[in-house]
């Protein structure tokens, strides 16, 4: 399969060469046909898989051609893509511009965080394509700063983020203001989650359905490995494991903000080049941190994970867990960050005690082994234990069982799938009392 065989304008093969692209991605061999023939589209795609091509590309061969022989003086724009962060609205604007190269396709990227003006007036100057996050488009439509009367494309990017971000009245109000007729509607989604396909009915007209990971998958030549520890000498394993490989690009993970900032600090004391990402920083900082761990000039970025929300780091050999996400699904959002394109990853999660629920979340939605290794100085006064559910937090601690032990058990398959495919309640359903390992407070730890 070539970018040829896709029926792609030459002025984009040019651009894609440019870009060191050789083959589509399984996404975009399978999405470009179907985009080009004039079809809605749910696309199950995460980050990583190449899916901002997969919508870019035949989106600008169409403009690029109609602009050829369109009306110049309508300067309203014709697509809109809607994103959950200002992070991705800025990448898939550079993408389109990078992929338009040789294209006279006009994109605008439209985000909060930065000042209003220079949007303003790159809406009044006339885009073909605008970029947006919800919000910050709602902003404008009230300021009556945008016309998207010609809209005939829209793509959903990401929109179980939106969804899980509260963007719902938003999405629903910007698509009650688009035109009805002959639209055409993409939607990228990691998962399917009922509110999703909610969406997709309303919406949407005969769609298409590409899947192309099983939900929840990560990239196979992903090595996960968890190490257990006392939450307050996490600090000091974590500059362990970076110093192990100091000149390694690492992503770190922390929960809150004001954590990310205190890791930041405290890697920064020691010597590391650092950066933190999180939604406290203005949008200068967050763009200057990214553009700085790319180069390489600082090699670990601590992220929350908002701020890291499809960051389009190509590539990435570590990412480093130093808080486990409080939703499962968040891991296979990070890790979805290392291993791609078939390189080799690795996913490094040092888990505390109070985490061990969170961690047997994790290890039922990837259905798959995590090698568990205890690091030398860093032993954990407590015993992991993947196979039962925690003993609460408060009590005194266990003796050592299985600390040192390499591997636990595979993940067990859930028992009972729930007809609203919800998951990770497994342990909850009735039709699971026989099963001792899940019964009682497996998950003490959810907020
Ligand atoms: P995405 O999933 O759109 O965020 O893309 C993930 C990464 O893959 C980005 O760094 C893209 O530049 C890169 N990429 C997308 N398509 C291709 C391709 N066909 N060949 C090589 N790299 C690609």
Redesign the pocket.
């Known amino acids: 399969m070539t970018?040829e065989s896709l029926g792609l304008a030459p002025a984009l093969l040019r651009a894609?060469a440019e870009?060191?692209?050789?083959?589509?991605?399984p996404?975009?061999a399978a999405a470009i046909p179907l985009v080009r023939e004039g079809h809605d589209l749910m696309a199950g795609?995460?980050?990583?898989?190449?899916?901002?091509?997969?919508f870019a590309l035949p989106l600008l061969q169409r403009l690029g051609i109609d602009e050829a022989t369109s009306d110049r003086h309508d300067h309203r724009p014709r697509a809109l893509i809607l994103t959950p962060t200002r992070e991705l609205a800025a990448?898939i604007h550079d993408?389109l511009r990078a992929y338009g190269k040789y294209l006279r396709v006009h994109a605008a990227a439209v985000f909060g965080g930065v000042g209003m003006g220079g949007q303003v007036q790159a809406l009044r100057r006339g885009t073909d394509i605008i970029v947006a996050t919800p919000g910050r488009l709602i902003d404008h439509m009230d300021r009556r700063n945008v016309d998207l009367s010609r809209i005939d494309t829209l793509v959903l990017d990401e929109a179980d983020r939106m969804l899980d971000m509260g963007f719902a009245p938003a999405l629903r109000k910007i698509m009650g203001a688009l035109p009805r007729t002959s639209r055409q509607t993409l939607l990228f989604s990691a998962t399917f989650a009922p509110e999703i396909k909610a969406l997709a009915a309303q919406f949407m007209r005969d769609p298409r359905e590409v899947q192309m990971a099983l939900p929840n998958a990560v990239a196979v030549g992903v090595h996960h490995r968890v190490h257990p520890v006392d939450a307050d000498k996490k600090r000091d394993l974590l500059l362990h494991l970076l110093a192990a490989d100091s000149r390694r690009q690492t992503l770190v993970f922390a929960r809150t903000k004001h954590g990310a900032d205190k890791l930041a600090k405290y890697l920064g004391l020691h010597g590391f080049r650092v950066a933190a990402i999180h939604g406290n920083k203005s949008q200068n900082q967050r763009t200057r941190a990214l553009a700085d761990f790319k180069s390489g000039k600082v090699t670990v970025l601590v992220a929350t994970d908002i701020a890291a929300r499809?960051l389009?780091?190509?590539q990435l050999p570590a990412v480093v867990n130093y808080d486990l996400p409080m939703v499962a699904q968040d891991y296979v959002h990070r890790i979805g960050r290392t291993g791609?394109?078939g390189a080799e990853g690795l996913a490094l999660s040092l888990v505390s005690r109070e985490e061990e629920g969170l961690l047997r979340d994790i290890r039922r939605l990837l259905k798959q082994d995590l090698a568990i290794e205890t690091i030398a100085g860093f032993e954990p006064g407590w015993n992991l234990q993947l196979d039962r559910p925690a003993a609460p937090a408060r009590k005194p601690g266990r003796k050592h069982g299985n600390v040192g032990r390499n591997h636990a058990a595979p993940a067990k398959p859930a028992h009972v799938r729930r007809p609203n495919g919800q998951r990770g309640q497994d342990e909850r359903a009735p039709g699971n009392k026989g099963n001792h390992r899940w019964r009682g407070n497996a998950r003490p730890h959810k907020a």
Do not use: E, H, M, V
């Not at 795609?45 to 997969?54: I, L, N, R, V």
């Open positions: 970018f894609l870009q060191g692209y050789a083959t589509p991605t996404i975009q795609a995460q980050t990583g898989t190449g899916k901002t091509a997969a990448q993408n499809g389009d780091i190509a791609r394109a």
